[in-house]
């Protein structure tokens, strides 16, 4: 039964590489998913996983977020393109790709990570949608016994206070605009043992299914 546990976390805990969104947004648009993330019960140092997508109605020639993101609770390790060295977005395009950069300990409440991409040459990405990056996170302190902590991975802010913008898709034309970027949320939730118990006795059906099945 630890090892099934094990193997269905391990699972979570993969880097989401989807060729179709789960919880789409009409263009133009760029958004994180899943939009929220329960990820209460699990131990300091579990690993999770987000992917940020984009839809737009207009040809592109780049992109951009910046990802703010409270650092008391959660920390991002690692950031990287969906479909290898590009974005699944831009897969058929000629690109420039940039490492990602994490700035730790960006001001007194907050982290941030920077990430994008840019056309370099041949047509420009034709309108519609795809994924852009996945996100590694990393639980890196509790909240008290019985607190419930909502953390917000803010990509929205870096669109409407600069100009021009941090978070964006670069268009054809040269604009950054309209675009309506859309915010995930992380929950820490207090240990809840009715869910530890729920989730441990479904590991436990889908074993005993499996040596029944095996049996006859």
């Excluded at 690109?95 to 730790?104: A, D, E, K, L, N």
């Excluded at 840019?118 to 639980?139: C, K, M, N, Q, V």
Aim: aromatic letters at 16%; charged letters at 15%; glycine letters at 6%.
């Amino acid at each position: 039964m630890a090892l099934a546990i094990l193997f269905a976390l391990a699972v979570v805990a993969l880097p989401v590489r989807a060729l179709e969104p789960s919880e789409p947004r009409d263009a133009n648009a760029m958004w994180i998913e899943p939009s929220t993330l329960n990820v209460g019960g699990q131990p300091v140092g579990y690993k999770f996983n987000v992917t940020v997508w984009a839809n737009s109605s207009l040809q592109v020639k780049g992109w951009q977020f910046w990802l703010y993101y409270p650092k008391q609770y959660i920390n991002a390790t690692r950031c990287g393109y969906t479909a290898g060295d590009k974005s699944e977005f831009f897969q058929n395009i000629t690109t420039m790709p940039v490492t990602p950069h994490f700035v730790i300990d960006y001001n007194e409440t907050h982290n941030k990570l920077e990430f994008g991409e840019a056309w370099i040459t041949g047509d420009y990405r034709s309108p519609g949608y795809g994924s852009l990056a996945w996100i590694e996170f990393e639980i890196v302190a509790l909240p008290p016994e019985g607190e419930v902590v909502n953390i917000p991975l803010d990509i929205k802010y870096a669109y409407e206070v600069y100009e021009p913008p941090k978070t964006y898709l670069l268009y054809g034309d040269g604009s950054y605009k309209p675009l309506t970027p859309y915010n995930g949320l992380v929950i820490i939730p207090e240990l809840n043992t009715n869910s530890i118990a729920l989730f441990m006795l479904a590991c436990t059906t889908l074993i005993a299914l499996h040596y029944y099945k095996k049996r006859y």
